[in-house]
């Protein structure tokens, strides 16, 4: 069966697509939210086993619940980058001090993730224990939700500080009724943007592509640029 695809529609896409943290009050309407869900069903997955569930959540009280969650989550990773000079190599180019302290402080509080409940909609993503490729089908799932939900004119942030903790893992599992024999991998918020952030830099082709062996350059020079990269 032949398809037809516009290919600079499909590049727009990827190249417009950015972690969206900032969003307005409208909410997704159920079409585009099902089409959300939709992109995510149609993920490969090893073995066809779709071992992905989508948990949708919209009330305020189970927003906020996630959104603190997140908070403590990235406020332990990022403290312990702090004391072990992780964040300094990070942040070694960005000289003005008080923007490397904004920055920190923004870090290690945890407020880079405690947005979430600005969202319209969070969907928890999680996978089933028995089936060993349901990392990765999960992350498939996850993104091709990101990409749908920008074709919509949507914004989205795909975050892991919710889970990356065992122990938080297990609290979010319990509050919102996840059973035994599926892991919860990550979140995701879905709304209108507020804020579309500026494009973030991304390593050339010609630094990460190689021909047969790792290292060697598969392109010479840089192919030209197909638009803008996002976060």
């Not at 406020?75 to 904004?102: C, H, Q, V, W, Y």
């Not at 091709?144 to 979010?172: F, K, P, Q, Y």
């Amino acid at each position: 069966m032949e398809t037809s695809v516009n290919k600079d529609a499909v590049m727009e896409v990827f190249n417009l697509r950015r972690s969206i943290r900032n969003y307005t009050d409208t909410p997704v309407s159920e079409e585009d939210l099902r089409m959300i869900l939709e992109a995510g069903r149609q993920a490969p997955s090893g073995e066809n086993y779709q071992p992905w569930r989508f948990t949708v959540v919209r009330d305020k009280a189970n927003k906020d619940f996630l959104s603190r969650m997140g908070k403590a989550g990235s406020g332990r990773r990022f403290t312990g980058d702090l004391l072990s000079k992780n964040i300094m190599e990070r942040f070694a180019k960005l000289e003005d001090p008080e923007k490397r302290a904004k920055a920190f402080r923004k870090l290690t509080s945890g407020d880079v993730s405690a947005f979430v409940n600005q969202a319209d909609v969070i969907i928890i993503i999680s996978g089933r224990l028995d089936v060993w490729d349901a990392p990765y089908d999960t992350s498939a799932a996850i993104e091709n939700m990101c990409l749908a939900a920008t074709s919509l004119g949507l914004g989205t942030c795909w975050v892991g500080a919710t889970t990356l903790d065992v122990r938080d893992e297990r609290r979010i599992n319990k509050y919102f009724g996840i059973p035994a024999g599926f892991k919860s991998f990550a979140i995701l918020s879905v709304g209108e943007p507020s804020r579309y952030p500026h494009a973030r830099p991304r390593h050339p082709l010609s630094e990460i592509v190689f021909r047969e062996k790792f290292g060697e350059p598969y392109y010479e020079k840089e192919p030209e640029e197909t638009g803008k990269k996002g976060e």
